[in-house]
Structure formats: structure tokens, C-alpha cells
């Protein structure tokens, strides 16, 4: 069994990769956006159904910040709000059935281009137990190429390359966000107290090495738990085809029951990760932004 | 290193440009509409309450009014009937002094109406008496001027009375 | 080969260590604090998950280094 730590591209763009965790993330900003657009469109003042989850997100997210920025907090609730749902829509949309089992096989010649002779009937259904049956031939793969990535130069037959894969397990994606909501925080310590008085916070050069072990740490932990539960859910779905070496179906439906807890445990990692992210924004934010009245909370 | 942790600079930009669109779209088309809803139900919330205070303090006032309403009524009755009481206190001790007085009237006209008719008896009896004397010095004059003897004796007395008052 | 594969699995065994003590000591100081002021059970439950997710991470980076052992 093997997955690879980095995402696999699937086609080029003019000049810009393609990979298929970022095509997952998109799909999860399009359905965000589109909701949001949907939603906002016919904004009820008695909510009701998704409108009352978000809602319930900003709400949360307003309470926690007032409680601990008091009223400057509020400007920060959209942000928060935004990274919460981001994160946790790319979280389950990772976890659900065919992200990381769908895919391609491909031959690897010099080309980019997709080989779509794969994607067999057994993974159109939607089962977490279509999860194993192409970590299978993945792990097979792995097993017989000590080239590890879908970058193998020899070609040991074809690669594997999953279509869709949770936009967290890139580190793309988990510093793209680490960078942003630090660059923010900083900005927002220099907007509110002062370029020379945000600056003393960094007399020790050690604060400063301490800011960037925070992008990292924020990067590494979304990313890990992110990455580690789809290896998890993918070790889970094909133990019986790891074990016995047999690549059975039966053992691919027992996979399937196997898998089941991993999966919810994954919908709560998936959630307690989204709103550890923004909790952490919001005490890293409160360290630097000096609120008028008070100093800031630690 | 970061490459084969698949870092990529350029997908790292991608995600973070497609990241900020989300954020503007949600809060152009979701949050704001969601912050207003949020200000307008709790403005909406807190008004309610402001009225609750509002009408349990117009009701607090308004039994209070009416405690005292009562209160007021029950004294009125009370003042009314001590008042009622004092009238007729006073009523009474009003006959009371008028009777008194009348009494005192009559008594008095009465004993002026004694008084003159004691003097008129007085009188009266005086008269008679003063005529029954005159008849009996009258009648005693007759029988004894006739003595001269006794005339004698009666200048005498007479002129030692006025003698003595005199002196 | 081989010693590559031992030093995946030393990194994340001996890296899940530190963070498995560190978590039951969240959970049971977490499980404490409950126990003498059950009021405030949504507050100590938010710190706790925070802090757990501060605890794991640090196992999360183990796992990480273990999968970019090649």
C-alpha cells in the first residue's frame, strides 16, 4: 500500500499543474460559493434549514471572538467563519467515498495526458468499500516500484492516480492557508498598534523563529491529520487484502464494514481540525491586535 | 525536500487566490446578509424585552395607582365616617348646648317671672298690709286720741326718738 | 531497505509516545475539572479539544517525517 505524500498531477493548464487535490478543493469552493450565492439569494429572517448552519457558524464563531477580543473581534468572524467552512468542506468532502479510490491508471510516457480507459464500474458505486479495491493494485504497485511517486521514471506498468483527493492532504493547500492567516495576523498587529510597537514583540529573535515554526505548525497539523486519516481509511478499507496478500472482493465488502467507524471518526477529526484552524487564527490574532481600550488577552 | 513533499509555489498561489475569492463571495453574498439578520433579531430581541420591562413597570405603576386609588377611597371612607362621626358629635353637643340654653332661658325668665311676681306679691302684700295697718292705726287713732293722756305719752316717745337720732 | 523501514516505524512509535502520555493527561485533567465544577463542562470541553489538537499535532508530525523517510 502506498500513498503518495504529494498530489498527483493530473493535467496541465496552459503552464499551471493541475493536481487532483486541487481539483477537489475547487469543486469544495465551488460548492461553497454556489451555496452561499443560493442561500444568500433567498435569505429568510426565519432561518431554515442550511441557512440555520451557517448561522449557527457565524454565531459560534462570533461568540467565541467577542469572548476573546471583545466587540474589535467581530471584524475577524468572517474570516474565521470562511476558514471554518473551507476547511471542514474539504475535510468531509476528502472523507467521502471515491475521493482517492476513483481514478485513472496511467501509463507514464512523456505526456501528461490522462489515460481514461480506467476507472472501472466497481468504483462508480459509491461505497467506502470502492475505497479498497483500487488501493489494492496501488499497494501492488508500490510494492513492485521502489519509485515511490507517480513521478517513476521506469515504467512498471501503469500508475494509479486518483482523481479527486482531500485538498487538506496537500501541503499546498494547508500553507497556502498557514501564510494567509499569518500574513493577516500580522497585518492586523501592525494596523492596530503601530509598525514600531508591533515590532517590539520581536526583540528576541526567537519570536521570530517562533512565527515561522507557526506557519508550520499550522501547516503540518491540518495536513497531518488530514493525510493521515485518508492512509488510516485506506489501510482500514484493504487490511484483509494487505494481510493475506489476496485481492479478494469479498474482502473488499468486509473492508467496507471495517472502515465504517474510521469513516465518522474521520467526519470528527474533519471538523475538530476546521475549527481548531480558526480557533488558533483567533488567539494568535488576539496576541498581536491591540484592542483600543484594553490590552490584548493571552 | 519540498519537492517531494510536493510543494509547489504556484499551486500554493492558486489555493490561496481560490481561498480569498471564497472569502470575498461568502462575505458579500452570505455573512453580511447573516451579520445584518443577526443584528436585526437580536435589536429585534432586545426591544422585545425592553418593552416587557416597560409594560411590567406600566403595570407595577398602574397597581401601584390602584393600591393607592384604593387606599385613598378606603381613607375617604374612613375620614367621611370620623367626619360623619364629628358632625354628629358636634350636632349633638350643639343641641345639647341649645337645649342648655333654652333651658337656661326659660329658667331664667321663669325666676325673673318668680321674682316679679314674688315682688308683686311682696307688694301686693304690703299694700294690704300697709292698708290693714292704716285701717288699725286708723281704727287705734280713733279709739285713742280721744286720751289725752296717751297723747301726752306719744308726743313724749316720738320727741325722744328724734332725740336720739339726733345724737 | 530494511533500515529504512525500521526508521519509519521508530519515528512515529517513538513520536506517538510523548503525545499518548500527553493526551491522557488532557483527557483525565479535562475529566477532573468536569468533576469538581460541572458547570462550565462546554468551556473545559473546547479547551481540552484545543489542547488535544496542540498534543496530537505533535504525533502528526512524527507521522509526517516517518512518510518522508524514502
Do not use: C
Request: glycine share 8%; aromatic share 8%; no cysteine.
Amino acid at each position: 500500500m502506498h500513498i503518495s505524500l504529494k498530489p498527483e498531477l493530473l493535467f496541465n493548464l496552459g503552464s499551471f499543474p493541475v493536481t487532483n487535490s486541487i481539483l477537489t478543493s475547487w469543486i469544495g469552493t465551488l460548492l461553497l460559493i454556489v451555496i452561499a450565492i443560493v442561500v444568500g439569494g433567498n435569505f429568510k429572517r426565519i432561518p431554515a434549514g442550511i441557512q440555520h448552519v451557517f448561522e449557527m457558524v457565524y454565531e459560534m464563531f462570533e461568540g467565541m471572538a467577542t469572548e476573546v477580543m471583545g466587540a474589535a473581534g467581530k471584524k475577524f468572524v468572517p474570516l474565521l467563519a470562511t476558514l471554518f467552512l473551507f476547511i471542514i468542506t474539504s475535510n468531509w468532502l476528502g472523507v467521502l467515498p471515491g475521493v482517492g479510490s476513483l481514478g485513472i491508471y496511467e501509463t507514464h510516457a512523456a505526456a501528461p495526458a490522462k489515460d481514461t480507459h480506467a476507472a472501472p464500474a466497481k468504483d462508480a458505486q459509491a461505497k467506502p468499500a470502492a475505497k479498497d479495491a483500487h488501493a489494492a493494485p496501488a499497494a501492488k504497485d508500490a510494492h513492485a516500484a521502489p519509485a515511490k511517486d507517480s513521478h517513476a521514471k521506469d515504467d512498471h506498468g501503469p500508475v494509479f492516480v486518483p482523481l479527486f483527493r482531500g485538498a487538506n492532504a496537500d501541503l499546498n493547500t494547508t500553507f497556502a492557508l498557514a501564510i494567509i492567516v499569518m500574513v493577516i495576523i500580522h497585518v492586523m498587529g501592525i494596523k492596530s498598534a503601530g509598525l514600531s510597537h508591533h515590532l517590539a514583540h520581536f526583540k528576541n529573535p526567537l519570536e521570530i523563529v517562533s512565527e515561522f515554526s507557526k506557519i508550520l505548525s499550522f501547516g503540518f497539523r491540518l495536513f497531518g491529520n488530514v493525510f493521515a486519516g485518508e492512509v488510516l481509511l485506506t489501510a482500514m478499507a484493504s487490511i484483509f487484502v494487505i494481510i493475506t496478500g489476496n485481492n479478494l472482493l469479498a474482502y473488499g465488502a468486509l473492508g467496507g464494514f471495517i472502515v465504517f467507524p474510521f469513516l465518522m471518526l474521520e467526519f470528527f477529526v474533519g471538523f475538530i481540525q476546521a475549527f481548531v484552524f480558526a480557533m488558533l487564527t483567533l488567539s494568535f490574532l488576539s496576541l498581536f491586535y491591540k484592542t483600543e481600550n484594553s490590552e490584548p488577552h493571552h | 525536500m519540498l519537492e517531494s513533499l510536493g510543494i509547489n509555489p504556484v499551486l500554493m498561489l492558486a489555493q490561496a487566490i481560490s481561498f480569498g475569492l471564497l472569502y470575498y463571495v461568502l462575505n458579500r453574498f452570505l455573512f453580511s446578509q447573516i451579520r445584518g439578520a443577526l443584528e436585526e433579531r437580536s435589536a429585534a430581541v432586545s426591544k422585545t424585552l425592553a418593552d416587557k420591562t416597560e409594560i411590567e413597570h406600566r403595570l407595577q405603576a398602574f397597581e401601584q395607582e390602584q393600591k393607592a386609588a384604593q387606599k385613598k377611597v378606603a381613607e375617604e371612607v374612613q375620614k367621611m365616617m370620623l367626619d360623619a362621626k364629628d358632625a354628629a358629635a358636634s350636632t349633638k353637643a350643639e343641641l345639647v348646648a341649645k337645649a342648655k340654653d333654652a333651658a337656661d332661658a326659660e329658667f331664667a325668665t321663669a325666676q325673673k317671672r318668680i321674682e316679679q311676681e314674688k315682688v308683686a306679691a311682696e307688694a301686693e302684700v304690703s299694700k294690704h298690709a300697709k292698708t290693714l295697718a292704716q285701717s288699725i292705726v286708723q281704727q287705734l287713732l280713733s279709739e285713742k286720741a280721744s286720751d289725752p293722756q296717751w297723747q301726752q305719752e306719744q308726743i313724749k316717745a316720738s320727741l325722744e326718738s328724734l332725740k336720739q337720732s339726733k345724737s | 531497505m530494511e533500515l529504512t523501514q525500521l526508521a519509519k516505524a521508530l519515528a512515529i512509535g517513538i513520536g506517538a509516545i510523548g503525545p499518548g502520555i500527553g493526551l491522557g493527561i488532557i483527557g483525565g485533567k479535562a475529566v477532573e475539572a468536569v468533576g469538581r465544577n460541572p458547570e462550565v463542562t462546554g468551556q473545559i470541553r473546547t479547551i481540552m479539544i484545543l489542547g488535544m489538537a496542540f498534543t496530537e499535532a505533535v504525533a502528526i508530525y512524527a507521522l509526517v517525517i516517518s512518510l518522508i523517510i524514502q
